[in-house]
């Protein structure tokens, strides 16, 4: 059984993964203990809230991120998650990101619609990797934010649209590390087959 680690960092819907790794066959402990992330077969990087908060509360593990990110072993970020594997946001003021991923974190542009972006919406696929193993093009998945992610195309793994075109995923060059912005967890059978696929590249 592969060994998954969720981060805890003081800022993540954990016990929702921690269900959705379980029913995908993983043994999934949450922890902020170094050793443990390091020793992991899997990292999961959560985050509800703001970017600023949440690399604030994350500067006593990016020695422990990135060793484990060097490693080569995978890991994924959800939702704030996956805005702060990347470069620099401009959520309250331009704050720097993990830098694991290049690109910005923006809010959405002034528009009719809605923000938070919140809802079920399609995503497209823009190149295959084992995270998107038999999941079809256009499908639905749950999104909850108000920023978006603005990255290279060659780090983007799907797209989707709400006023503007944006990054639903991401992936780093060496292919390890995964970002989604929406919520695998909140996604149905779609999302478990994602959360599934992960376990099966640890």
Known sequence: MKK???IDYGLGNLRSVRKGLEHAGADVLISSDPSEILSADGVILPGVGAFRD???NIQGLLDTI????DSGKPM?????GQQILMSRSEEGGHTKGLG?????????????LKVPH???NSIGMTRQHP???GIPDNTYVYFVHSYYVDTAQSNALALCEYGTKFAASV???AGNVIGTQFHPEKSGDIGLRMLRNFVNMC
């Open 54 to 56: 949440a690399m604030k």
């Open 76 to 80: 994924l970020g959800i939702c704030l």
């Open 4 to 6: 998954i680690v969720i």
């Open 171 to 173: 992936v780093n060059n």
């Open 131 to 133: 995270f998107f193993e």
């Open 66 to 69: 990135n060793g484990y990110v």
């Open 118 to 120: 919140m809802g079920w």
């Open 100 to 112: 694991l991923i290049e690109g910005s974190v923006l809010r959405f542009p002034h528009s009719d």
